[in-house]
Nanobody, 121 residues
Framework: QVHVVESGGGLVQAGGSLRLSCAAS????????MGWYRQAPGKQRELVADITSGGSTNYADSVKGRFTISRDNAKNTVYLQMNSLKSEDTAVYYCHTESIPTRWGRRIDDWGQGTQVTVSS
């Protein structure tokens, strides 16, 4: 079982910055992909950014140039640096991991509980 915990959310003014962190622990052999999703009230959950164990990144068009995702493989941790925040970035941000528990295990998807990011205009 994998435990995923986010931290770093909060209230910030438009134009400001926040850094989210997410740590995965438990029965993990390796984590192939770590990512951040967000869900605003009344909207579907959407991908914000993800990163592979090799460092390849993928961003939503709406955050390109403003957000940066990074990870520390040794610590099973992923970060999301969010700059130039806008009111439309307000949402609950969820961490997602794709991991395998053993060398030959089946891929498991896990989610954190979410952390609220509120950007005031």
């Amino acid at each position: 079982q994998v435990h995923v915990v986010e931290s770093g959310g909060g209230l910030v003014q438009a134009g400001g910055s926040l850094r989210l962190s997410c740590a995965a622990s438990g029965r993990i052999f390796s984590i192939s992909v770590m990512g951040w999703y967000r869900q605003a009230p009344g909207k579907q959950r959407e991908l914000v950014a993800d990163i592979t164990s090799g460092g390849s990144t993928n961003y939503a068009d709406s955050v390109k140039g403003r957000f940066t995702i990074s990870r520390d493989n040794a610590k099973n941790t992923v970060y999301l640096q969010m700059n130039s925040l806008k009111s439309e970035d307000t949402a609950v941000y969820y961490c997602h991991t794709e991991s395998i528990p053993t060398r030959w295990g089946r891929r498991i998807d896990d989610w954190g509980q979410g952390t609220q990011v509120t950007v005031s205009s």
